[in-house]
Each structure stands twice: as C-alpha cells, then as structure tokens.
C-alpha cells in the first residue's frame, strides 16, 4: 500500500468494537478511527477516575466525539460472558452493526511462576485469551454482515524461544493466546472476516509501562500514535483477503510509505527500548 492510498482510505461510517478503550492504544485507536467519522464502541470497566491511570469510558467518550466520531460508552467486564453479550446487542441497536472489533484489553504480570498468585494467573487468562475469544465469538456473526469485516487484535508474533517464557511464563502464554486466535480464527474464516494481530517494535508509552518503569522506562518509548497509525492501515485494507498477519507496527508502516518515525518518539533522540517477544 502507498503512502498516498494510505491517506485516502477511511474509516467513515464504520463502527469499531473496542475492548479496553478508555485509555492507552485503545484509545488511541478510537480516536484515530474518529477522524474519519467512525463510530465507536468503547468497552471497558472504568467508570469513575482511577488513582493511578487515566480517564474513564465516559471522557473517551468525550475525546471521541470532539475528534468528529460518534461514541458509545459501555461499562464492561469483558470476563463477564452477559455483560459482552448486552454491549454487542446496544452496539448493534445503537450503530445498526459492527464493522471491526478491536481486542486490545490485556493484564500484565511480569512475574516467575513461584511468584504468580492463581488470582493473577486467572485475572490475565481470562481477559487476554478468554476475553479475546469471548469477545470475537460475540461480534463474528455481525462482522460476517459487514461489507469489509476486520478482528485486530493486539498480541504478538508466536514466538516459541524459550526466553520469552522463562521470566514471565503466566502473562506470555496468556498474550499467546490471544495470538492464537489469530492463527485459527483467520484460518476458520477464511474469505469472510480478516483476523490480524499487530505488535509494536519498541516499548509504548502507556499507563502499564509507567507503573512498570517510571519515567526512565516511558523516555524510551514511542508514543501510542505509531501504534493507532497502524492498525488504521491494517483496518482500512480489504479484510477478506488481509488476514492471518502478525503484524509489527515500525514494519508495517513503512511499507506503508511512512519515512519520519522520529515523530513516534517520547523523547526524540533517545535509545529506544524494544517490546517483548521480538528477536
């Protein structure tokens, strides 16, 4: 795809599912969506502010609409099978369908396995893996009605080196999950709804990040925008026959015909930090 294809595609009139829209790339991806006069469901658990992270459903909500979309706030627990279930039928009831679903919503635990409560285990299984299936097997009998139906979920390449597992075996094989679905989702329907992942190259400065590193880790960050640019090419192609891809943000983007990344950077100039799962 070229630069100048890039630019024209839009997302306009679409309605985008989005899991875990009230802050980070989620939001970004909503917002991103927005510009183009996109419709958006935002599905997440926060309704009133938090302590420690940013907004609520309601002022993504608000940050939607004054980027010229239409918003539709739901409180959801995404591990809560009749919660997803009401969010589809208003979501449909509000919009008339679902274009895209994005299943962005994910728990982190860095943690060895002696030192994973059950608690934390289950909490991460259940929204990465579960919540991902939960909320695809929900929206695909709608996606298969729309005219270019998307799943983009936000999981990395299966990466089997043992690395990867070694540290932090509970959150990796819940990511993997996630990625999973990828794999056989895009497989069972083929021709009919494209199922991608997309990944980020270097560490996004996001709430979890900050709570993970502080100040020191969010300077070797590239900002959300990088990744809500990327899923917005992988949306705006056509879905039934772009799927089955683990996409990674930098890689997609250029072939996309983008040249200036520095743009993507917290703090220009500084040595970026790369994410997990990529060698």
């Given at each position: 795809m070229?630069?100048?294809?890039?630019?024209?595609?839009?997302?306009?009139?679409?309605?985008l599912?989005?899991?875990?829209?009230?802050?980070?790339?989620?939001?970004?991806?909503?917002?991103?969506?927005?510009?183009?006069g996109?419709?958006?469901?935002?599905?997440a658990?926060?309704?009133?502010?938090?302590?420690?992270?940013?907004?609520?459903?309601?002022?993504?909500?608000?940050?939607?609409?004054?980027?010229?979309?239409?918003?539709l706030?739901?409180?959801?627990?995404?591990?809560?099978?009749?919660?997803?279930?009401?969010?589809?039928?208003?979501?449909?009831?509000?919009?008339?369908?679902?274009?895209?679903?994005?299943?962005?919503?994910?728990?982190?635990?860095?943690?060895?396995?002696?030192?994973?409560?059950?608690?934390?285990?289950?909490?991460?299984?259940?929204?990465?893996?579960?919540?991902t299936?939960?909320?695809?097997?929900?929206?695909l009998?709608?996606?298969?009605?729309?005219?270019?139906?998307?799943?983009l979920n936000?999981?990395?390449?299966?990466?089997m080196?043992?690395?990867?597992?070694?540290?932090?075996?509970a959150?990796?094989?819940?990511?993997?999950?996630m990625?999973?679905?990828?794999?056989?989702?895009?497989?069972?329907?083929e021709?009919?709804?494209g199922?991608n992942?997309?990944?980020?190259?270097?560490?996004i400065?996001?709430?979890?990040?900050?709570?993970?590193?502080?100040?020191?880790?969010?300077?070797?960050?590239?900002?959300?925008?990088?990744?809500?640019?990327?899923?917005?090419?992988?949306?705006?192609?056509?879905?039934?026959?772009?799927?089955?891809?683990?996409?990674?943000?930098?890689?997609?983007?250029?072939?996309?015909?983008?040249?200036?990344?520095?743009?993507?950077?917290?703090t220009?100039?500084?040595?970026?930090?790369?994410d997990?799962?990529?060698?």
């Amino acid at each position: 795809m070229t630069q100048e294809s890039t630019s024209q595609a839009s997302l306009a009139g679409k309605t985008l599912f989005i899991s875990g829209a009230s802050r980070g790339i989620g939001l970004a991806i909503a917002v991103r969506a927005a510009r183009d006069g996109a419709n958006i469901v935002i599905v997440a658990k926060t309704t009133e502010p938090h302590p420690k992270l940013p907004g609520t459903i309601y002022t993504a909500a608000q940050e939607v609409e004054a980027a010229g979309g239409k918003a539709l706030a739901l409180a959801v627990d995404i591990r809560e099978e009749a919660q997803v279930l009401d969010a589809v039928a208003k979501a449909v009831e509000t919009f008339g369908g679902i274009d895209i679903l994005v299943n962005n919503a994910s728990a982190i635990s860095l943690t060895g396995t002696l030192a994973t409560p059950m608690k934390r285990y289950d909490l991460m299984h259940q929204i990465n893996t579960r919540g991902t299936y939960l909320c695809s097997q929900a929206c695909l009998p709608h996606l298969k009605r729309a005219k270019n139906p998307h799943i983009l979920n936000l999981s990395p390449p299966l990466n089997m080196a043992p690395h990867w597992f070694k540290n932090h075996v509970a959150y990796t094989m819940a990511k993997y999950g996630m990625s999973m679905c990828v794999l056989g989702m895009a497989a069972e329907f083929e021709g009919e709804v494209g199922v991608n992942a997309l990944w980020p190259r270097t560490a996004i400065a996001t709430s979890a990040i900050n709570m993970i590193g502080g100040p020191a880790m969010m300077a070797g960050c590239r900002t959300v925008d990088i990744m809500s640019d990327a899923a917005h090419v992988i949306l705006t192609r056509d879905g039934r026959s772009c799927s089955g891809n683990f996409f990674i943000d930098e890689e997609l983007l250029r072939g996309a015909g983008v040249t200036d990344f520095e743009k993507y950077a917290v703090t220009p100039g500084a040595t970026l930090i790369p994410d997990f799962f990529l060698d």
